[in-house]
C-alpha cells in the first residue's frame, strides 16, 4: 500500500520507478511471464485532440519503455497484444498507420533489441501482413533467435479462438492420419499446438485504460494467471506502472484451485 502512495507523491518519476525496481527484486518472486493487453491508444489521442494514430506512435514508445523494464526486472517472456483479428475491420488508413509502425519500430528497435538480448518472436495469422511487414518480422525473428535474456512475443493479427481451431484442427489432422489416438489428446496435446507451445503460461496479465474485458487474449494459457487492471492509457503505462502491477502481484497468493496454505 506504501508503495503505491508514494509512487503518486511528486518524486522524480524515473526515481520511483527505480525505487520500485529494487523493492520488487527483494519483495518476492518475479513473474516469469508477463502478458500485457495495451489498450487506451485512442482515448490517448482523443484527449489531446490528435489522430488516432498518434496515438499508436505514443504507444510504440511505451512499448520500448515496457521492454526495458522487463529487462530490468528479470521477466523472461513479456507477450504484447499488439493487433488482433478484429482489428483488421478498423478504417484502413488506421490498419495501415499500425502496419507502418511495426515497421518502423522494428527498423529502429532491431539493433538494441540484439544487444539487450531480446529474442522476438512475432505469434498470429501472419499470411495477412503487406509484404513489407512480413519481410520487416522475418529480418528481427531472424536476427534475434539466438537471444536468450527476454522473450519478446509480439502477438500480430492474432484472435484466441482461431489458434484454439488451428489447434483443434491439427489434432483432427493427426488423428485422421494415425498418428494421434482420441485419448491422447489431454491439455498437453493442446498446449503443444498453439503458438505458445515453447512458452510458460502468462502469470500475471495486465490490462491498460481502465477496461475490464480479455478480448480474446489467450483464454486457454490464462487459465490460472493473475490479473491486473490499470486505469493508465497504454501510451501514458511505463517502467513505473510495469513495475506497481509486479508489486502488487507479489503480493498475490496463488493457490492454483488448491486451499490456502
Ligand atoms: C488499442 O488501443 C491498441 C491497439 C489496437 C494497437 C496497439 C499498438 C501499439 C501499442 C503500437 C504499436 C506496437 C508495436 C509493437 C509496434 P485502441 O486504439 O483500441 O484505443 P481506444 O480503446 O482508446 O480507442
Not at 513473474?31 to 489531446?48: K, T
Request: hydrophobic share 45%; charged share 25%.
Amino acid at each position: 500500500m506504501r508503495l503505491v502512495t508514494a509512487a503518486r507523491s511528486s518524486v522524480h518519476p524515473e526515481s520511483l520507478a527505480d525505487e520500485l525496481l529494487a523493492r520488487l527484486r527483494v519483495h518476492g518472486a518475479i513473474p516469469r511471464h508477463v502478458a500485457i493487453i495495451m489498450d487506451g491508444n485512442g482515448r490517448w489521442a482523443r484527449e489531446r485532440l490528435l489522430p488516432r494514430p498518434l496515438g499508436h506512435r505514443s504507444g510504440m514508445k511505451a512499448v520500448r519503455e515496457v521492454v526495458e523494464g522487463a529487462l530490468q526486472a528479470g521477466v523472461e517472456y513479456l507477450s504484447l497484444f499488439a493487433f488482433s483479428q478484429e482489428n483488421w475491420q478498423r478504417p484502413a488508413t488506421e490498419v495501415g498507420a499500425l502496419m507502418s509502425l511495426l515497421e518502423e519500430y522494428i527498423a529502429r528497435e532491431v539493433s538494441e533489441l540484439r544487444e539487450q538480448g531480446v529474442r522476438v518472436r512475432v505469434l498470429g495469422d501472419l499470411s495477412r501482413l503487406t509484404p513489407a511487414a512480413a519481410r520487416a518480422v522475418e529480418r528481427v525473428v531472424g536476427e534475434t533467435a539466438a537471444n536468450e535474456k527476454l522473450t519478446l512475443n509480439l502477438f500480430i493479427s492474432y484472435g484466441s479462438r482461431a489458434e484454439l481451431v488451428r489447434a483443434m484442427r491439427a489434432l483432427a489432422e493427426d488423428v485422421a492420419a494415425g498418428v494421434l489416438a482420441p485419448s491422447d489428446i489431454d491439455d498437453a496435446a493442446i498446449a503443444a499446438r498453439l503458438y505458445t507451445a515453447d512458452c510458460p503460461d502468462p502469470d500475471l496479465l495486465i490490462r491498460t485504460s481502465g477496461e475490464l474485458r480479455i478480448s480474446n487474449f489467450l483464454l486457454w494459457q490464462i487459465a490460472y494467471t493473475e490479473l491486473f487492471m490499470s486505469p493508465v492509457l497504454w501510451p501514458d503505462f511505463g517502467r513505473r506502472e510495469l513495475f506497481e502491477a509486479i508489486v502488487a502481484y507479489q503480493s498475490r497468493e496463488r493457490r492454483f484451485g488448491r486451499v490456502s496454505a
